[in-house]
């Protein structure tokens, strides 16, 4: 089993921005840590991280029929964009939410999620260690 894993705008800046939040690791530990993750479980990853909404949706809409899930933290845009949702339906490759933190406990903007909708599973607040929830939920699919 293939997984495309997405990291939306300012995860390049983990470690960096707002650690109080975030945490002081930054993306390449939680490459590693993912990528550990899957390995025990058998399973493949593919990474890909951005700042651009269009290369997001460029991504996701070449893994239809090439990657079995994706895991995805669209970051800001998890919030904003419709096309990302739509993005999500039209490669029609099963999806998990994935967020460091809990959104349903930030900023009343930050609440409300697009991808929610069309994710089979949201994991929110728990660190690196809910990309390991994710891939444990996708191993039980394989």
Known sequence: ???LVIHGPNLNMLGKREPSLYGKQDLAALTGFIK???????????FFQS??????IDKIQAA???????IINAGAYTHTSLAILDALKAAAVPAVEVHLTDISKREEYRKFSYISEYAEKTICGKGFDGYKEAI????QKA
């Open 64 to 70: 239809r029929g090439k990657i079995d899930f994706i």
């Open 36 to 46: 550990n993750a899957a390995t025990a479980k058998g399973l493949k990853t593919v």
């Open 1 to 3: 089993m293939k997984i």
């Open 51 to 56: 700042n651009y909404e269009g290369k997001i």
């Open 136 to 139: 444990d939920y996708i191993a």
